[in-house]
């Protein structure tokens, strides 16, 4: 089956505390349905100096939120949408917005 949420693609936030913001997905964790989004979800690390980082200190980072609780932007819309799958002649699936049109994917990511 087809992934529904992808990595490179905009994502709206639909519940918790960043409900509302967009960002770009940086990983999506297949095993536990979870997906990284660029600015979402960032909580402070304390961080001892270490060789690889001299002056340690309180480092900010995104943390991974649960699939279910983002959607695609349409690019139609630029809202939140469900999306569909839809086959091409031959045999190639595409994903698709709920307006109808076509979620890209993004290529070199």
């Not at 509302?20 to 989004?37: A, F, I, M, P, W």
């Not at 959607?71 to 819309?77: A, I």
């Not at 917005?97 to 990511?109: F, L, M, N, R």
């Amino acid at each position: 089956m087809g992934a529904r949420i992808r990595k490179g693609d905009n994502v709206v936030v639909i519940s918790g505390k960043d409900k509302g913001k967009t960002g770009k997905v940086l990983r999506v964790l297949v095993e536990d349905d979870r997906v990284v989004v660029q600015g979402i979800n960032l909580v402070k690390r304390h961080s001892k100096p270490t060789p690889r980082n001299p002056a340690g200190g309180i480092l900010e980072r995104e943390q991974p939120l649960f699939a279910s609780k983002v959607m695609p932007v349409d690019p139609k819309t630029g809202k939140g949408t469900r999306v569909r799958f839809k086959e091409l002649e031959g045999g190639k699936k595409v994903r698709v917005a709920k307006s109808g049109e076509e979620i890209p994917a993004v290529v070199g990511e």
